[in-house]
């Protein structure tokens, strides 16, 4: 069994062993709350933390890497807000969630196991280099867009406002924390104490599994309901126009095998 394969089916099976867990009635579906919190606010900010701290980012040529990814991103972005404005006659604010919607990756809680089951440590380390990045560059484009279509919005970009809008959320979430502590650390030059590094080791090591179980167990909470037709085009610019886009702005960008 390929790589590729084993870490779909792992991945998708601990999704849905934690779906049944629910459905079944073995674990209350509000459970799945708490273990994702535990996941998210614990178990992932120490695993970012300890990638910050131990990776080796050499030659990853991040502004490239960058570059091809946000441009994907953007022209996605871009897309879902036409999609769901022109076509679909929501107003503009709806055309931000859309947008949001299509462009933004779980990379993650979907994207961290992914990538270590196909690409081991070293595809990691790749994308921690987005994950760092990621989240604070789309909350600051969401934050800036909502200033502008808001209903709070007078058609202009109130910078103090965005500001303390995006530090408020940049610097409360649990992700961004761990990021920034690891690379506070790393910049510092101080070992780990033994006893902190072991247990950061135990609890980053099941942020991966348990995210994913977290997950379906979730899904037993909300069902298929909604803007639904929109939703399903918005997944369509998600999983094929993204991807699609940033084949190509990586290969324009030249770059290397495993960080393309």
């Known amino acids: 069994m390929s790589p590729l394969t084993a870490t779909v089916l792992f991945v998708f099976g601990l999704v849905a062993l934690g779906y049944l867990s629910g459905r079944t009635g073995y674990l209350k579906a509000e459970t799945g709350e708490g273990v994702a ?11 970012l933390f300890r990638t910050m701290l131990k990776a080796d980012f050499h030659g ?7 570059g091809a990814y946000f441009s994907a991103a953007a022209v996605t972005w871009v897309v879902g807000h036409m999609l769901v404005t022109r076509v679909f006659g929501r ?5 931000v969630v859309g947008g949001v919607s299509s462009a933004f990756s779980n990379l993650v809680l979907l994207g961290i196991p992914f990538v270590l089951g196909v690409f081991g440590t070293p595809g990691f380390e790749v994308l921690s280099l987005l994950v760092s990045v990621h989240l604070p560059t789309m909350i600051l484009a969401s934050v800036v867009l909502f ?10 970009v109130h910078f103090s406002r965005v500001l303390r809008v995006f530090a408020r959320r940049v ?15 790393r910049t510092a030059g101080l070992p780990l104490p033994v006893l902190a590094d072991r247990l950061v080791e135990a609890l980053a090591g099941v942020a991966g ?11 037993c909470r909300f069902g298929i309901s909604g803007t639904i037709r929109p939703a399903m085009a918005l997944s369509v610019l998600k999983l094929f126009l993204m991807p699609a886009t940033a084949l190509a702005t990586a290969w324009l960008f030249g770059l290397p095998p495993l960080t393309a």
């Open 37 to 47: 919190e535990f996941a998210v606010n614990v178990a992932m900010p120490l695993l």
């Open 60 to 66: 990853a040529a991040p502004w490239a890497f960058w």
């Open 91 to 95: 107003d503009a604010r709806v055309g």
């Open 147 to 156: 200033e502008l279509f808001g209903p709070k919005s007078d058609g202009r």
């Open 171 to 185: 610097f409360s979430n649990p992700l961004v924390i761990g990021i920034l502590a690891g690379w506070i650390w």
């Open 209 to 219: 599994p348990v995210a994913l179980f977290a997950m379906g167990l979730g899904l």
